[in-house]
DNA sequence: CTTACGCCTTCCAATAGTTGGAAGGTCAAG
DNA sequence: CTTGACCTTCCAACTATTGGAAGGCGTAAG
């Protein structure tokens, strides 16, 4: 199949399955004799598995490593389980200073008026306080 | 004083403060007789006041009006806190979706033996289900 | 046959935010 | 006068994706 249907099943644009090419993400589709990509079923689950990794928050380059781990036969589970379990880490931390950030900015515009007056805790705090 | 020492009083990397200049986040900085930028107190108050903006997540874009009202003193509370409870409910957004991505991570990684074997339910749920 | 339209190709640029380097000018001390 | 620390501008990289331009290919209709 050409590489707009390709695209349609597996729920990567055309424009991002040929970047992820040129990165080296996915291996080199073939060719028709015009120059078109042509993929197999083979390749377009390979692009859901993108999809569903990239779903999941991880990393072109830890998607990269995913990738190879997957068509290698002879992958140990820890290598994945430990890559999984070092982004739910990263994920983590993410969350917790989301979290500070908005228990801070909730706790300062709770005093803010929100009228017409310029009076503002929100913006005095910005340009006073060690935020 | 010297963009060097703004740097080290306001916290804002020397190249960041070139960086916000050319793209309009603050003003531009006068200029000594050699061409060097030169800031006062006042503007390296605007430095840390970006700085802190930053460290509360708000985008560039953001800032730029956050700094805009800052210095308006006809400015209303209102917007301000309009700005920061959009933003807060961004980050919500982004704190809820990570999380989602935690759970399943973490529950795929449940069953994840994490030995020397190939079998790796999260490579297999990446690989055929939808995630 | 030729025109039209839709798909394909490559390359180049933009987004957000920062960081890094190269090549060169300036300033103060030794 | 030279050294070294500072300053200047410009250009490129990073992550991941999206957009456009300019041109080739494939098929259907006039």
């Known amino acids: 199949m050409n590489i707009g249907e390709a695209a349609k ?3 990567v644009n055309a424009k991002l399955i040929r970047h992820y090419e040129s990165i080296g993400i ?4 073939n ?9 197999s079923d083979a390749d377009v689950n390979i692009l859901s598995f993108v999809k569903r990794a990239r779903g999941l928050g991880f990393s072109m380059k830890e998607i990269k490593k995913l990738v190879g781990l997957w068509r290698n036969k002879s992958r140990s589970s820890s290598d ?12 983590e931390q993410k969350i917790s ?13 709770k005093f803010c008026h929100g009228d017409n007056r310029p009076d503002c805790p929100i913006i005095d705090s910005l340009a006073k306080e060690k935020a």
């Open 97 to 109: 200073e989301l979290q500070s950030m908005v228990k801070t900015l909730n706790h300062l515009a």
């Open 26 to 29: 996915i291996p080199k589709a």
């Open 80 to 91: 994945v389980k430990n890559l999984a379990l070092t982004h739910v880490k990263d994920m």
């Open 9 to 11: 099943t597996s729920g």
């Open 31 to 39: 060719r028709s004799d015009a120059g078109y990509r042509v993929y």
